[in-house]
């Protein structure tokens, strides 16, 4: 919601080649979070209605598991089950010397709670939430400081994709500086001067500390059949099963990416071997995507962890300056790149720009499909759209891309 009303107002600015020049466009923060909390209760009623219609009993309280099949509830009321599915969840994580204090030190939940923008933030970890949130508040006028331990921002995505998204941020003003953190922090006169590792001092209102999530495990830490890895994550077979009675586990309380549509694929997988189906998950067809505008996507392995396996394999990159709707849209950051292995079959793919989170899904089914880029390519996709680059970067594998040279 906060994205997509940044963008918005950013088209609203900047729209005066397509003959609409709005010179008194203003962004209105209460009246965004009025529409963003109205959107929240639709889903969350929506969710209810359908628990209701399901005749699924909600019990609301801290839920303990107190055996391989009792959760005590709120140390008052036992549930039995036969069998369980822990979906915990996580919480975000501090850094020590920035703990968080929920008024100079915010978490992404805290955040998103201001009645009003800061005039300046500083955004410790370029991953995907802190990339969305710079961008977020950057478009809206505030002066947005990224600082990032590694070398680039999203540094676990494809290169060239970190690329754009740093481009793009640094065209709103922000201030990215990597491989740097915050040394020490003083308030000062109602606000704060944080010092960086480089020596840069940075005055701000406030930190937002996005350098990830931990998950939540203490309400069944006690009972042993349950294994965690070194991170703290729960431990399973590729049935989601813990080893542990009938105890399975999914969301981000697992060693994967904590994104909500895993956690509801894993459900689904987790139910149907409860119910006898022998399921295994599958991580290769799970996409990711950065809410930035452009959006990045990503499904399968990134070319770096191609090349450190030492797989053989065969790329094609199509960019969006090419394509007709893009050029339409004055949206031309990006690109889509597709890579095969040895034998022909999509083995991930990457997508810069608007829409890639909405386009990324045809190539997770390529990857499900096992599907043969020779296959793939003789799909027709309709002109003028955004899904073109898609069929472009397909043609590419076989040498043989129409609209690029």
């Given at each position: 919601?906060?994205?997509?009303?940044?963008?918005?107002?950013?088209?609203?600015?900047?729209?005066?080649?397509?003959?609409?020049?709005?010179?008194?466009?203003?962004?209105?923060?209460?009246?965004?979070?009025?529409?963003?909390?109205?959107?929240?209760?639709?889903?969350?009623?929506?969710?209810?209605?359908?628990?209701?219609?399901?005749?699924?009993?909600?019990?609301?309280?801290?839920?303990?598991?107190?055996?391989?099949?009792?959760?005590?509830?709120?140390?008052?009321?036992?549930?039995?089950?036969?069998?369980?599915?822990?979906?915990?969840?996580?919480?975000?994580?501090?850094?020590?010397?920035?703990?968080?204090?929920?008024?100079?030190?915010?978490?992404?939940?805290?955040?998103?709670?201001?009645?009003?923008?800061?005039?300046?933030?500083?955004?410790?970890?370029?991953?995907?939430?802190?990339?969305?949130?710079?961008?977020?508040?950057?478009?809206?006028?505030?002066?947005?400081?990224?600082?990032?331990?590694?070398?680039?921002?999203?540094?676990?995505?494809?290169?060239?994709?970190?690329?754009?998204?740093?481009?793009?941020?640094?065209?709103?003003g922000v201030k990215l500086s990597t491989e740097t953190t915050i040394k020490r922090?003083?308030?000062?006169?109602?606000?704060?001067?944080?010092?960086?590792?480089?020596?840069?001092?940075?005055?701000?209102?406030?930190?937002?500390?996005?350098?990830?999530?931990?998950?939540?495990?203490?309400?069944?830490?006690?009972?042993?059949?349950?294994?965690?890895?070194?991170?703290?994550?729960?431990?399973?077979?590729?049935?989601?099963?813990?080893?542990?009675?009938?105890?399975?586990?999914?969301?981000?309380?697992?060693?994967?990416?904590?994104?909500?549509?895993?956690?509801?694929?894993?459900?689904?997988?987790?139910?149907?071997?409860?119910?006898?189906?022998?399921?295994?998950?599958?991580?290769?067809?799970?996409?990711?995507?950065?809410?930035?505008?452009?959006?990045?996507?990503?499904?399968?392995?990134?070319?770096?962890?191609?090349?450190?396996?030492?797989?053989?394999?065969?790329?094609?990159?199509?960019?969006?300056?090419?394509?007709?709707?893009?050029?339409?849209?004055?949206?031309?950051?990006?690109?889509?790149?597709?890579?095969?292995?040895?034998?022909?079959?999509?083995?991930?793919?990457?997508?810069?720009?608007?829409?890639?989170?909405?386009?990324?899904?045809?190539?997770?089914?390529?990857?499900?499909?096992?599907?043969?880029?020779?296959?793939?390519?003789?799909?027709?996709?309709?002109?003028?759209?955004?899904?073109?680059?898609?069929?472009?970067?397909?043609?590419?594998?076989?040498?043989?891309?129409?609209?690029?040279?």
């Open positions: 919601m906060m994205i997509e009303a940044g963008h918005r107002y950013n088209i609203a600015l900047n729209s005066s080649e397509y003959g609409v020049d709005i010179r008194d466009a203003e962004f209105n923060y209460k009246r965004m979070l009025k529409t963003r909390e109205e959107v929240v209760k639709t889903l969350r009623d929506g969710v209810l209605h359908l628990l209701k219609k399901l005749k699924v009993d909600l019990i609301e309280g801290y839920g303990e598991l107190t055996s391989e099949n009792t959760i005590m509830v709120d140390g008052v009321e036992e549930i039995r089950a036969n069998n369980i599915i822990l979906a915990t969840g996580s919480k975000p994580s501090s850094l020590p010397g920035l703990e968080i204090d929920n008024k100079y030190i915010l978490t992404s939940d805290d955040i998103l709670e201001l009645e009003k923008p800061p005039a300046r933030l500083i955004v410790v970890g370029a991953g995907a939430i802190g990339c969305e949130f710079a961008y977020i508040f950057a478009n809206i006028g505030v002066k947005v400081y990224l600082v990032e331990l590694l070398d680039r921002a999203i540094p676990g995505s494809d290169k060239r994709a970190s690329r754009v998204i740093a481009s793009k941020l640094k065209s709103l922090w003083t308030k000062k006169d109602g606000c704060l001067e944080a010092t960086l590792e480089d020596g840069i001092v940075i005055e701000a209102e406030c930190i937002l500390l996005s350098v990830g999530r931990v998950p939540n495990t203490n309400s069944f830490s006690n009972i042993g059949g349950i294994k965690l890895n070194n991170g703290g994550f729960v431990e399973t077979d590729e049935y989601l099963h813990t080893g542990c009675g009938n105890i399975y586990a999914i969301g981000d309380i697992l060693p994967r990416p904590m994104l909500a549509h895993k956690a509801f694929y894993e459900g689904v997988i987790a139910v149907e071997n409860i119910l006898g189906y022998k399921r295994k998950v599958r991580y290769d067809i799970i996409p990711s995507v950065v809410y930035t505008i452009p959006e990045i996507a990503q499904v399968g392995p990134t070319e770096d962890e191609l090349k450190e396996s030492g797989y053989e394999y065969t790329t094609s990159t199509f960019h969006f300056r090419a394509l007709g709707r893009a050029l339409a849209m004055g949206e031309t950051d990006g690109f889509v790149k597709i890579i095969s292995g040895a034998d022909g079959r999509i083995l991930s793919g990457t997508i810069v720009g608007l829409s890639a989170g909405e386009l990324i899904g045809e190539i997770s089914l390529a990857i499900l499909s096992e599907m043969k880029a020779d296959e793939f390519k003789d799909l027709v996709h309709s002109h003028p759209t955004l899904s073109e680059a898609t069929g472009e970067a397909l043609w590419g594998l076989s040498e043989r891309m129409i609209h690029s040279l």
